[in-house]
């Protein structure tokens, strides 16, 4: 529960960032990227120690969550506001997600979190021999996240950017997405081995994906 409701909480807080844009150098960001890498390390969590079947259901909770935030705060956009308030530009900017650009968003979201929990899964089900945890565990997070991030950005920059931005600077800005969320993972990652380790112990669960079904579609197989 606690982690479903983080993980809603990160997409959320992730879509009302991402209207500030950031420069570093040359590298040019939103300010998404600060907590969005964070629902992947609840996704890498949650596969480690409940499997694949409860992280499609994370995933998809997820997904109405913030796309019922996204309805209300277009609705709230809509309806026209007092006569004596005078914050409408800004609330716009903030609420007023362009019908592509959520579009965009929904669809990276789904593919990249659903190629995130697979990868993850069948790499731990290829070490389960292995005998060392924490090395596997890392390799495993890092790689599913890089999976998933490479999904995502290749999603959603075009279809919610594409004409907007030339499209030579597509693949770089694309690259320095995928790198900064991936090096975020890495920092983190002693932090993401204990609360795995934790929970493990603490719920006295280790889920194995055996003989499951993949389907995203199987929602109510949990």
Known sequence: MLFGTLFCVCLITANVLETKQLSFGPINLTAGVIVFPVSYIINDVVCEVWGYQRTRMLIWMGFAMNFFFVIMGAIADWIPGAPYWHGDEGFHVIFGLAPRIALASFIA??????????????????????????????ARAILSTVFGEVTDSIIFFPLALGGVIPWEEMPSL????????????????????????????RDNEDVYDEEINYNIFNILKI
């Open 109 to 138: 979201f789904i593919t990249g979190s659903f190629i995130n929990a697979y990868v993850m899964s069948r790499m731990k089900l290829s070490a389960r021999e292995s005998g060392s945890f924490k090395k596997n565990f890392s």
């Open 174 to 201: 694309m690259i320095s997405q995928v790198a900064l969320k991936t090096l975020y993972e890495i920092l983190v990652l002693p932090v993401t081995i204990r609360v795995v380790e934790y929970t493990k112990k």
